[in-house]
Every structure is written in structure tokens, then in C-alpha cells.
């Protein structure tokens, strides 16, 4: 594969949505697809037990600040979001969360 192909591979399986994650708008759908947000980075998180909305938020601010301020064409704008794992989805073995800047 030369580098034209790995790039239009990537778009058509990497992660992307149609909004912000939390917003009714969110759908996940493929970067080959209209989009509006693009999956660039996972959190791992730890523990046996489900720590909490707010406990998961705060343990994904700094990597997905650092992620979307890599990415940011001006770093005196950075925008992003993120997505943590539901009670259910860290009972079902879940345990990351996805950061999530505009597309």
C-alpha cells in the first residue's frame, strides 16, 4: 500500500460522529461518512469497581487536553470532548474512554 491508500483506509474504519458526544446530535459513524467530531485518542482507566461520571471525567481531562492541543491547528483554540464508559459498559468490561475534537 502506498500512503494515498493507508490514508482513505483509516477514513473509511477510523471512528467519527455527527456531534459532540453528550449531545443528541452524537451518532457514531465512520470518517468516511459526513462527520462532525473524530475519535483521536483512548484513555485507559483502572479499578475492579465502577468509579463514577465524575471521577472518569476528571481522570480523561489532562490526556484529552494534551491529545486535542497536539492537534489543534491554533493552540490558543483547542476544542474537544470526551466519552467515558456507562456503570453497565464498566460492569461489561469497558474500562477506557475516547477523546473526541472537532473535525
Same mark, same amino acid.
Given at each position: 500500500?502506498?500512503?494515498?491508500?493507508?490514508?482513505?483506509?483509516?477514513?473509511?474504519?477510523?471512528? %467519527?460522529?455527527?456531534?459532540?458526544?453528550?449531545?443528541?446530535?452524537?451518532?457514531?459513524? +465512520?470518517?468516511?461518512?459526513?462527520?462532525?467530531?473524530?475519535?483521536?485518542?483512548?484513555?485507559?482507566?483502572?479499578?475492579?469497581?465502577? +468509579?463514577?461520571?465524575?471521577?472518569?471525567?476528571?481522570?480523561?481531562?489532562? +490526556? %484529552?487536553?494534551?491529545?486535542?492541543?497536539?492537534?489543534?491547528?491554533?493552540?490558543?483554540?483547542?476544542?474537544?470532548?470526551?466519552?467515558? +464508559?456507562?456503570?453497565?459498559?464498566?460492569?461489561?468490561?469497558?474500562?477506557?474512554?475516547? %477523546?473526541?475534537?472537532?473535525?
Amino acid at each position: 500500500y502506498g500512503a494515498m491508500e493507508d490514508d482513505a483506509m483509516r477514513e473509511r474504519f477510523a471512528l %467519527c460522529a455527527t456531534g459532540e458526544p453528550g449531545e443528541k446530535s452524537f451518532t457514531r459513524t +465512520p470518517c468516511s461518512d459526513a462527520h462532525a467530531w473524530r475519535a483521536v485518542s483512548t484513555v485507559d482507566l483502572t479499578g475492579d469497581t465502577y +468509579p463514577g461520571a465524575e471521577a472518569i471525567a476528571a481522570s480523561m481531562d489532562e +490526556p %484529552c487536553t494534551d491529545t486535542a492541543t497536539e492537534a489543534a491547528t491554533n493552540p490558543l483554540d483547542v476544542q474537544w470532548s470526551q466519552e467515558g +464508559p456507562t456503570k453497565e459498559q464498566w460492569q461489561a468490561g469497558k474500562r477506557y474512554g475516547i %477523546c473526541w475534537i472537532p473535525a
